[in-house]
């Protein structure tokens, strides 16, 4: 039996008597769009993170942009501004606009303009005065008052007033010829001074004061990187030499850090506040300046430069191992350098047991081993382990023997044993099958469940196989596959199946109930669950195809509370639950956190090297300090679930590009239509035609903290959308106004950012615009206009022309009939008596004929479409109808309606009716008081004619078509109701409808 105590101790001594130990990081590669990976050189400066979070990297191979996610290639291109024009890039800076100077191998400077999105040669020439050309250069600096600090190789330095567009050589005025000098890398110190390395110099002073040149011990032309340590100190790097040399600007004294051993140092880049980073041609290595000491960790190999992000990590770029990031913040995850153990159970307060492969140990509660209590030869596979009590443990054990054929084992019985705290067995059953899940009851009773139980009795009361007890006990006959046991603390045995859903037993294993959990209710088809867990609050939750429900004891069924398509339980390793009733549970590339007062989900990403490396799930325990313990490959690996949660990182949005019908928009660029940046517009105006649009945006910290994006077009979409892309595209925009937003939530949903939104207007065509319809509509209200003029001028006419009808009928027609009747009148006095009745008959007819010929020129005569005509005109039939009659009558109406103007064939009717009432009246009627009431307001009317005596119906020949019958055609004419009323005499009324 292997003694892993003892080896554990030694490796402990070991580490603390040895300074240069081998520590890992995890270690993530960046590589650009075509997969490639980035390229450094040996430039002091090719890295540098700007105002926005970018890491932006001058390499060999041309300029690149790293925004958390991926790397954006800038072109090379000589005539477009928009790409940049070398590709042989050797340094970078960002001054205090934001702009970036970016240093060449051969060609000089390049300015990019961070507002215009151009890039542009610097140009000497332009500069007073104009002596000084610039080809190679090393390193570029930004001093305190912005001014641009320029290092060429043999011819420098020369510092540039960015505001003044000065450019000047600096002398260091000492007994050194600096044009002999090769001049390697600066930086900037915190005190405000400048440092620079010249082969084996260093220079530090400023401008007004001058600098002071330090000749470094065993110097030689390969010193070329420079790091300013947080105690102020400096760290110089010697291409050739191992070592580092220190230099105290407070004792203007070099010392040597102690024997790394590392040869060919290639640069320095922040790693916490006790320690710096230090590249090399082999690996890196961890420096403490404190203690002055080394670790030697496997990446990067050849590292330039590094910047620092939110969270600590490190993003470099390295001569062999490219671009990268080191994950060394404030990690949620603490590797505990381990063996590699399948499961880990708590034993008591301060002890775990730990089974691995073929061992099991006994550890402590910093997870150190304390003993090694088994170690099976390797025909055995440990599958399970159980804490029974404080005495013994169970353990569940696949056998294999060697086979020759295709497969090298050959699995060919399972065994139980049973163990005390010395490695002691005392008991073991073989049982041929594979148990996952094993518990207890409180009476002593072990219980177990297997995936591959046929029919039979239980093994005994020491070992109960649940599956084969559910399986007696059914009327079908078949076997149950049993997934997973669970003891309740009401001593409630619960048992999942494969495919006949759940059972819940009593302890002395009798079916209480069955549940065929499903999303919709507990009674329809069955489905496979995975894993029953009781929570401390005595929640009973199952994890099943369907999604995650929980038992609802009230309707004695499971309620869903996550389906399928949210959570990833399929392949659930682990589940626990913190001090405060959060759920947590571990797939295979995810964490989840469920808050049952909430109900809310939380979801983080799991790091591919802290993966679960058993297969089924089992409760795991948590440390002292609340953390969930891992069982990895690469060892225990303890999770704080306090640094999960969202941290209050700079989640700024930036909006990056813009695309219109494919093409990119850039500021000030041929479309006007961006006068700013994008990430500086609040608002765009586009044409009809521009309503393809691409909207890029980025928050380079959103992926620190595992943030989600979702985006929103008011006025366009109905509700938001989670964006995995980080662009979004709108095809065939109508035109009118938008307001685009975005928001940054964490995998809980819970909102971290929200932009404050870009203004989008898109015009219509001209045929569409306000103007347009305006115009649209003065041309109609002038069609209009015109027809009604046009209409007015024919009814006019045609007022003229019933005018004129009138006129020549009462002039020409009434005289004609007027001298007939006079002459007949006379013929008659003169006739024979026996001629005279022909001759009174046709005076008669005559005069009639000239009564009937007057009401159809009143009729005509458009000057009499008023209420006054009617009205006298109906006065003057009554004076005349009633002349001599037994009649009195009574004659309503109101004269201030005399001006209201009536419709002709209204006014005529209405006059017929009254006519034709007033003589049935007169002929048929025994009484002798007539009521005419009349009310008109416009084109509503009102007439009723009524006589106080008793009508005669049949002599009115209401059947024959005429009398009554013709005037309730009238009133249907002019659309208006008739009704004949015989209570209290009889009365005719007419009104409009």
């Not at 402990?12 to 990976?37: H, P, T, Y």
């Not at 759920?583 to 679960?612: C, E, G, M, R, V």
């Not at 925009?733 to 971290?752: A, C, E, H, M």
């Not at 009604?788 to 009434?814: A, C, N």
Request: aromatic fraction near 12%; charge should be negative; hydrophobic fraction near 35%.
């Amino acid at each position: 039996m292997r003694n892993k105590f003892l080896t554990h101790l030694i490796l402990i001594l070991l580490l603390c008597s040895f300074n240069g130990q081998s520590q890992d990081f995890d270690v993530e590669k960046i590589v650009i769009n075509e997969g490639r990976q980035l390229t450094g050189n040996w430039a002091a400066a090719p890295i540098i993170k700007d105002h926005l979070g970018y890491i932006w990297v001058a390499s060999s191979d041309g300029l690149n942009r790293y925004d958390g996610y991926e790397v954006k290639t800038y072109d090379v291109s000589l005539d477009d501004p928009r790409g940049i024009p070398s590709r042989s890039l050797t340094c970078i800076v960002q001054d205090h606009n934001h702009n970036l100077w970016i240093g060449t191998g051969l060609n000089g400077l390049i300015f990019y303009d961070y507002e215009k999105e151009e890039f542009s040669w610097f140009k000497t020439e332009n500069i007073e005065p104009a002596k000084i050309s610039l080809s190679q250069i090393n390193d570029l600096i930004i001093d305190s008052n912005g001014d641009l600090w320029i290092i060429p190789p043999f011819d420098g330095p020369y510092k540039y007033s960015i505001k003044n567009n000065t450019l000047k050589s600096v002398e260091f005025k000492n007994d050194l010829n600096q044009k002999t000098i090769n001049h390697y890398s600066g930086i900037l110190l915190e005190s405000g001074d400048l440092a620079f390395l010249l082969s084996f110099y260093l220079f530090i002073g400023n401008e007004n004061d001058g600098f002071k040149a330090y000749k470094a011990p065993n110097g030689s032309y390969q010193n070329r990187s420079i790091y300013e340590l947080p105690d102020h100190r400096l760290i110089l790097g010697e291409y050739l030499l191992p070592d580092c040399l220190l230099f105290d600007p407070k004792t203007e004294k070099f010392t040597q850090t102690s024997a790394s051993n590392e040869a060919y140092l290639t640069g320095f880049a922040p790693f916490n506040e006790d320690a710096v980073l230090i590249g090399t041609k082999q690996g890196a290595l961890i420096y403490n300046f404190k203690n002055d000491s080394y670790k030697k960790i496997n990446n990067p190999v050849g590292l330039i430069k590094g910047v620092s992000d939110s969270k600590g990590n490190i993003i470099y770029l390295s001569e062999n191992g490219g671009m990268g990031k080191i994950l060394c913040g404030d990690s949620p995850f603490e590797s505990m350098d381990t063996d590699e153990y399948n499961r880990i159970v708590r034993l008591d307060e301060n002890r775990f047991l730990g089974m691995g492969p073929g061992y099991v140990d006994i550890l402590d509660y910093n997870f150190q081993v304390i003993d090694t209590l088994l170690e099976l030869d390797d025909h055995y596979i440990l599958t399970n382990i159980f804490v029974e009590n404080d005495s013994t443990f169970i353990l569940n054990a696949h056998k294999y023997e060697q086979t020759s054929g295709p497969d090298a084992y050959k699995k060919y019985e399972g065994e139980f044993y049973r163990y005390n705290f010395k490695g002691e067995l005392k008991e073991s059953r073989t049982k041929r099958r594979v148990y996952e899940y094993i518990t207890k009851l409180k009476d002593g009773r072990i219980l177990v469940n297997t995936e591959f139980s046929r029919i039979g009795k239980a093994a005994d009361n020491v070992f109960s196989v649940i599956s084969e007890l559910i399986a007696c006990d059914t009327e079908e006959g078949y076997f149950f596959l049993g997934k997973n046991i669970m003891v309740d603390s009401k001593e409630k045995i619960w048992v999942s199946t494969a495919e006949h859903g759940v059972i819940r037993l009593d302890e002395n294993f009798n079916i209480e109930d069955k549940f065929f959990v499903d999303s919709d209710s507990c009674t329809t088809k069955p489905v496979s669950h995975y894993f029953i867990y009781e929570s401390q609050s005595n929640e009973i939750y199952i994890f099943a195809t369907t999604g995650i429900l929980k038992y609802n004891s009230e309707s004695s069924c499971f309620d869903l509370i996550s389906s399928k398509q949210k959570i990833k339980n399929l392949d659930i390793k682990g589940i626990t639950e913190d001090s405060s009733g959060n759920l947590w549970w571990i797939t295979n590339d995810q964490i989840t956190k469920y808050d049952p007062s909430l109900n809310a989900f939380s979801f983080f990403d799991l790091p591919s090297n802290h993966k679960l490396i058993h297969t089924h799930c089992y409760r795991l325990p948590l440390a002292h300090d609340g953390s969930i313990v891992l069982p990895t490959h690469n060892g225990i690996v303890k999770l704080n679930t306090n640094k999960l949660v969202s941290s209050q990182l700079d989640l700024d949005i930036d909006l990056s590009a813009l695309t219109i019908n494919n093409i990119r928009i850039k500021a000030q660029d041929s479309t006007e239509i961006l006068k700013n940046t994008l990430r500086n517009s609040e608002n765009i105006n586009l044409t009809y035609q521009q309503k393809d649009i691409r909207i890029d945006f980025v928050s380079t910290e959103a992926a620190l903290d595992q943030a989600q994006y979702y985006t929103y077009l008011d006025g366009y979409d109905k509700k938001w959308h989670l964006n995995l892309d980080r662009f979004v595209e709108y095809k065939n925009i109508s035109p009118g106004s938008y307001t685009f937003k975005i928001q940054l939530r964490d995998k809980g949903n819970t909102l971290l950012h929200e932009t404050k939104g870009l203004s989008i207007h898109i015009s219509p065509p001209w045929y569409k615009s306000n103007l347009a319809y305006i115009v649209y509509g003065l041309l109609t209200l002038g069609f209009f206009y015109l027809i009604m003029q046009y209409r007015i001028r024919q009814i006019e006419k045609y007022q003229d022309l019933r005018t004129k009808i009138s006129s020549d009928l009462h002039d020409d027609v009434g005289s004609i009939l007027a001298s007939v009747a006079m002459q007949s009148e006379i013929l008659g006095l003169q006739a024979d008596e026996d001629k005279k009745p022909k001759f009174e008959k046709l005076s008669q007819s005559t005069r009639e004929a000239m009564s009937r010929m007057r009401d159809t020129v009143w009729a005509i005569d458009s000057r009499k479409d008023n209420v006054q005509s009617l009205v006298y005109r109906m006065m003057d039939f009554l004076s005349d109808s009633l002349e001599g009659q037994r009649f009195s009558y009574d004659f309503n109406f109101d004269e201030s309606q005399f001006n209201t103007s009536i419709d002709p064939n209204i006014r005529q009717s209405l006059y017929l009716i009254f006519k034709e009432s007033l003589t049935n009246a007169i002929k048929h009627s025994s009484g002798d008081t007539i009521k005419i009431e009349l009310d008109i307001q416009r084109n509503n009317f009102f007439l009723k004619i009524h006589d106080n005596g008793t009508p005669d119906l049949s002599s009115m020949e209401l059947a024959s078509g005429l009398g009554l019958s013709n005037i309730k055609m009238r009133a249907e004419k002019i659309k208006a109701t008739s009704q004949f009323i015989t209570h209290d005499g009889f009365s005719v009324i007419i009104q409009s409808i």
